[in-house]
C-alpha cells in the first residue's frame, strides 16, 4: 500500500497482513492483523493535502471498536469518493467487518477489488466467503472458483514486501484450490475436484495443516472425488478415506472410518477370503497407522493394496442367484461368455457396475414355472435389483416379472426429494456412494418432504427399471407411517350392586 502523508507528515503505513475472516481460515497464521511493512522505494507517497479530509481519515483510523470503525470508515468513504486513501480504507473497512458481518465484509472485498483487482487479501475474502456462503448454490461457486483462478496469479503488490506477500500467498492459495475443488465437485467434473484438492493439499507448508478443518474436510471430499469417477479409482479413494477418519472428531470419525473398510474390501478382498472380509479386514490397521502420521498427507511408497483376483461377472452372478433358487435349476438359459475385460481394477472390483451389454430399455417380462415365481418372490430386494442391475435379458425378466405390480415397502436414505418424488439410496453400494437407485413417484403430494440424509420407507407398486444407469421406478408411492401406540385407559370401579 503507498504512505499517507497530511503536510508532510507521516501517518501510518496500513500495509497489514491479511485480517482472516475465520478462524478455519486463520489457521497457520499468527492470529495477528500483522503491522505491515512497506515495500520501500516502491511504495508511492502519497499526500491528502485537505485538512478537513486528513481530519476525517483520522478519526476513522483512529477507533478502536470495529462497529464504529467501520461506520466512521463509512462516512469518510461517502463524503470522499475519490480520495487517494480509498484503497488504503477500503482495506482497513475489510478488517473492521470481519468481527461484524460476513456480508459486509464481502461488499467491502467487493468494492476493494473495483479499484484493485489483484488485491490478494480482497480476492482471499471473497473467495472464502462466497464459497462458504453457497450452500449449494451453482452460481455463488461459480464466481468463487473464477475469483480463485484470479487469485491464484495475482502479482505482488509493489508495496508489500516479499515475506508479506509470501505470508498472505501461503494462506489464500489453498482457500482458493478449495473453492475451485468444490466448484467441480458440483458440476460432476471429478477429475477438475481431484486437481483442485489435490493442490490444495499440496500448498500446504505445514502438514498437521491437513489434520484439521477445512484441509481434513477437503481431504474426505477428495477421497469421494475418487468414488465418483468413472470407473471409480478405489485404492485412492481408500487412502484419502482413511486419512480423514484417523483426524475427524466424532460421530464422523466412525463414519468415515466405516467407509473407507467398506470400500477397502471392495477393492482388495477376494470374495472367499473370509479374514480380508472381516470387520476390521485384515491389512486395514497398517494403512490406519500409516495414514495417522500428520506428515504421511498424500499415500506413502509402502500403501500399496493389491486389486482382489477379478470376481464372477455380475451377469453369471445373476445367473447364480436365479439357478440357486429351489424350483429354478433350468428356468433361465445360462449367460454368454462374457468378453475380456479391459477395465482397471478398481471397476473390475465392483460387482454393481453394470454388465457390458446393458440398455437403457428392459427386456420385458417374463413367465417362470410356479414353484420358481413363489420362491423368487421372497427373494431379498437387494438380490432383485442386482439382478435387475446386471443380470442376461432372461435372469432380468424372469425377476421382473415377479416384481411389476407389486406393491411393496422401500426403506432406504434419502438423496433427494420434492413434493411429488424421491431418490432413495436403497443398496448398501448406492447408501455409500450417494447415489439413488430407487425412484419412488407418489401417489399424491407429501406434505413433509424428507431431508437428505434421513432414513425412510415408503409403500409404492413396481412400475419400471432401467439397467444402465441402475434405477427400479415405482409408482402410487406413499410414505410409511408409523403404527399410534394403543391408548391405554386406567380401569373403571364399578360399585357393586346390593
Same mark, same amino acid.
Given at each position: ?26 489457521? @497457520? ?87 484493485? #483487482? ?112 468413472? #470407473? ?168 421382473? @416379472? ?97
Amino acid at each position: 500500500m503507498k504512505k499517507l502523508v497530511f503536510a508532510s507528515v507521516a501517518l501510518v503505513s496500513l500495509c497489514s497482513g491479511l485480517i482472516v475472516c475465520s478462524s478455519a481460515v486463520a489457521q @497457520g497464521f499468527d492470529g495477528q492483523a500483522a503491522q505491515g511493512q512497506s515495500g520501500g522505494a516502491n511504495c508511492a507517497q502519497i499526500t491528502i493535502k485537505d485538512a478537513a479530509e486528513y481530519n476525517a481519515y483520522a478519526n476513522a483510523t483512529s477507533q478502536s471498536a470495529p462497529a464504529a470503525k467501520a461506520e466512521a470508515i463509512e462516512a469518510f468513504l461517502t463524503q470522499y469518493p475519490n480520495s487517494v486513501a480509498k484503497s488504503e480504507m477500503l482495506e482497513a473497512l475489510m478488517g473492521a467487518y470481519q468481527s461484524v458481518s460476513a456480508a459486509k465484509t464481502l461488499d467491502a472485498a467487493k468494492r476493494l477489488l473495483q479499484v484493485e #483487482p489483484n488485491n490478494l487479501r480482497a480476492l482471499t475474502f471473497v473467495v472464502y466467503l462466497e464459497h462458504q456462503q453457497s450452500n449449494g448454490n451453482q452460481q455463488m461457486l461459480d464466481d468463487a472458483a473464477s475469483w480463485a483462478q484470479k487469485g491464484l496469479s495475482a502479482p505482488k503488490d509493489s508495496c508489500m514486501t516479499q515475506a508479506d506477500y509470501d505470508k498472505v500467498k501461503d494462506l489464500a492459495t489453498p482457500v482458493f484450490y478449495s473453492a475451485i475443488g468444490a466448484d467441480d465437485v458440483a458440476k460432476k467434473d471429478y477429475k477438475g475436484a481431484i486437481d483442485g484438492y489435490t493442490k490444495e493439499l499440496q500448498s500446504y507448508k505445514d502438514p498437521t495443516q491437513t489434520t484439521v478443518v477445512p484441509a481434513l474436510l477437503d481431504t474426505y471430499y477428495l477421497g469421494q472425488a475418487y468414488l465418483q469417477e468413472d #470407473p471409480k479409482d478405489l485404492k485412492n479413494a481408500v487412502w484419502f478415506l482413511t486419512r480423514a477418519a484417523q483426524f475427524a472428531k466424532p460421530p464422523y470419525q466412525a463414519q468415515i472410518e466405516s467407509a473407507a473398510e467398506y470400500w477397502y474390501k471392495k477393492y482388495h478382498c477376494a470374495q472367499n477370503d473370509a479374514a480380508c472380509n472381516s470387520t476390521p479386514p485384515q491389512g486395514f490397521a497398517q494403512i490406519q497407522q500409516t495414514a495417522a502420521t500428520p506428515a504421511n498427507v498424500f499415500p506413502t511408497a509402502d500403501y500399496n493394496p493389491s486389486a482382489a483376483p477379478p470376481p464372477p461377472s455380475p451377469a453369471d452372478l445373476a445367473h447364480q442367484a436365479i439357478v440357486t433358487t429351489a424350483g429354478c435349476a433350468n428356468a433361465t438359459p445360462a449367460p454368454p461368455p462374457a468378453a475380456p475385460s479391459t477395465a482397471a481394477a478398481p471397476a473390475a472390483a465392483d460387482a454393481t457396475a453394470p454388465a457390458a451389454s446393458a440398455t437403457a430399455t428392459p427386456p420385458p417380462a417374463t413367465s417362470v414355472p410356479a414353484p420358481c415365481s413363489d420362491n423368487l418372490k421372497n427373494m431379498a430386494l437387494s438380490d432383485k435389483e442386482f439382478i435387475l442391475s446386471n443380470g442376461a435379458p432372461a435372469d432380468q425378466g424372469a425377476i421382473w @416379472g415377479v416384481m411389476t405390480g407389486v406393491t411393496a415397502e422401500v426403506p432406504g436414505v434419502v438423496v433427494s426429494a420434492t413434493a411429488d418424488s424421491v431418490q432413495l439410496a436403497v443398496s448398501q453400494d448406492a447408501q455409500q456412494s450417494n447415489k439413488a437407485d430407487f425412484t419412488i413417484n407418489m401417489k399424491a403430494p407429501m406434505k413433509d418432504v424428507p431431508a437428505s440424509g434421513t432414513k425412510a420407507t415408503f409403500i409404492a407398486t413396481f412400475d419400471s427399471y432401467t439397467q444402465n444407469p441402475p434405477m427400479i421406478i415405482l409408482k402410487d408411492g406413499e410414505p410409511k407411517v408409523a403404527p399410534k401406540a394403543p391408548v391405554h385407559h386406567a380401569p373403571v370401579h364399578h360399585t357393586a350392586a346390593h
